[in-house]
């Protein structure tokens, strides 16, 4: 059943609010350094970076006991410059969080989800899978497809992008989610993650003139 829990879970059709964020790549489409030809290339470094350190702290986060998740949610918080971008993280984390807590009935999940603390997505994730017996490799690997599709997705709203060039693009990001999947098992706070460009669009993404997302 965890194979089938994993299914779920990963679903992009989950509805925790992943078609309203772009983090910050609807910044980079409006001034021009983002287009249709660039997007693989883009997601590809995005996932050495930002999906590599998500993927160290949803690791981290799988069999960890109420008190680590907690430090490890405010660790990946305090990673993430941009307000708006941090702010859908920890949206999506607390939706998640309490998605599965319903739908599961796990006490611990249930107590998690009430905590007033900021949850992060990527942490939410791990805790999660966790409960399910599901290996930290494995879940991160879940959770990146899972980010890739939503981010792909927002791409198609904001770029030419048809739905078998998607699909292509997803299916050769595969070595790279594997690749960073695999710094699931490194320590959270030596995951490096340098992404100026787009922590600066994500900054900026609230002055734009019009926008079709929330981050």
């Known amino acids: ?13 989950f509805p925790i609010g992943s078609a309203a964020h772009s983090f910050g790549i609807e910044t980079l489409v409006d001034a021009g350094f983002l287009n249709t030809e660039s997007l693989a290339a883009f997601l590809d470094a995005y996932l050495h ?46 939706r998640f969080l309490r998605l599965a807590a319903g ?38 690997a879940a959770y990146l497809q899972q980010s890739m599709t939503a981010l792909v997705s927002a791409c198609q709203r904001l770029l030419p992008l048809g739905q078998s060039q998607a699909h292509q693009i997803l299916w050769s990001l595969e070595t790279a989610i594997i690749a ?13 993650s340098f992404t100026p460009l787009l922590d600066i ?3 900026r993404h609230a002055t734009l003139y019009t ?3 929330m981050s």
């Open 211 to 213: 926008r079709l997302f």
């Open 180 to 192: 960073a999947a695999k710094r699931s098992v490194m320590e959270p706070g030596l995951a490096s």
């Open 1 to 13: 059943m965890n194979a089938v829990h994993l299914q779920h879970l990963a679903d992009s059709a």
């Open 103 to 140: 739908i599961s009935g796990n006490e611990l999940l249930m107590a998690a989800s009430d905590l007033p603390a900021e949850t992060h997505l990527a942490a939410c994730f791990g805790l999660v899978s966790g409960v399910f017996g599901i290996d930290a490799a494995t879940a991160a």
């Open 49 to 94: 970076e930002t999906g590599a350190l998500e993927a160290a702290y949803c690791g981290a986060s799988c069999g960890a006991d109420v008190g680590q998740w907690l430090t490890l949610n405010a660790e990946l918080g305090a990673r993430k410059l941009a307000r708006e971008s941090r702010d859908a993280s920890a949206a999506m984390g607390r």
């Open 201 to 203: 669009a994500s900054a």
